[in-house]
């Protein structure tokens, strides 16, 4: 009995894994929003023994504009959207053969504006964590001023900032991959030389853009929600919520620094 041999695609490009942007999404939720929320904690204690309004005028500010750099990762998720939508058209004006020049462009066109919206990501990521280092640090200072004993906020903010920047550090990676995926997308060809696709070839295409296509829709991220959460945090006494569970707080701080490996790694570790 002869196995199977995995199809190659010839013709037709794939589009980048469905996954990459879904773990981003993940760690965002629960590595980066609980992360500001324990440094909020640390800063809220440090305040009542040593109170500063400059300070807390830099974190604000500092927590502002983390919750704006999420923006640019709700751009990757639409980009993702409009490339599938544009090659999904493209396969059907295959199939349905004549003129496909004007798909075939659309397609190219996309994945530009995508790879340019990955990679605006991945420097809006990298700003993300010099940001918070930044006012940590400035905080920092201003509140050991006159020798202020704050070892308690240092010690808490320096394990926060070490779980905040490897987050950042593997979400850079994976926008990294899925950059790679979208430059071969964008060395798809439209040649009346080439050979058609098989109708095997076809299908499985199809139903990867499909996947991308319905796994990056309007719905299926809540970046805004996630912005709303970082852009509160301090304001109320309400808990961090989860993307899935969003009556339900996460797991408590205590809980995570318990373990030696970040759970987030244990969660999102590759195969």
Known sequence: MTSSQPLVCVFLKLPPS??????????????????LDRLNQALEAAWVAHPSSA?????????????????????????????????LYFLKSLLIGGGNSGAYKAVLSSARRAVRETVMAQEALLNFREDIRIAVSQITTLMSSGGND????ITESSASMLELATAVEECHAL???????????????????????SEEEFRMVHEKWLVLK???????????ALRRQMQKLGDNNEPVMTPNNPTSPTMPMDSLRS?????????????
Do not use: C
């Open 18 to 35: 469905h996954q990459l942007n879904s773990r981003i999404h993940k760690i965002a939720w629960n590595v980066f929003l609980p992360q």
């Open 55 to 87: 300070a807390k005028n830099i974190w604000s500010e500092a927590r502002k504009s983390a919750a704006e750099k999420m923006n640019s990762l709700l751009e990757v998720a639409y980009m993702n959207y409009d490339t599938a939508s544009s090659f």
């Open 150 to 153: 704050i070892s308690l906020f």
């Open 175 to 197: 926008l990294e991959e899925h950059l790679e995926g979208l430059r071969e997308v964008k060395r798809q060809r439209l040649d009346a030389n080439d050979n058609q696709p």
């Open 214 to 224: 319905e796994s990056s829709g309007p719905e299926a991220y809540r970046w805004r």
């Open 259 to 271: 373990h030696k490996i970040p759970f987030w790694r244990k969660l999102f570790r590759r195969i």
